[in-house]
């Protein structure tokens, strides 16, 4: 019996879902404020592409 389901249009929930908790590799070796402003900057390019794709899965 197969108990694992996926679905391919949840898969950008799932990553909408866990972005924030991240810790981008490029803001690693920052500190203080220019370390919080690089992990906003990096953050910020996901919802973009999050909804792109999703635009992109209605075609």
Request: net charge positive.
């Amino acid at each position: 019996m197969e108990l694992y389901f996926h679905d391919h249009s949840f898969v950008p929930l799932f990553i909408q879902e866990n972005y924030l908790k991240t810790q981008p590799v490029k803001a690693r070796n920052l500190e203080g404020p220019p370390k919080m402003l690089k992990q906003l900057e990096l953050m910020s390019i996901k919802p973009r592409l999050l909804y792109l794709t999703l635009i992109l899965s209605m075609l």
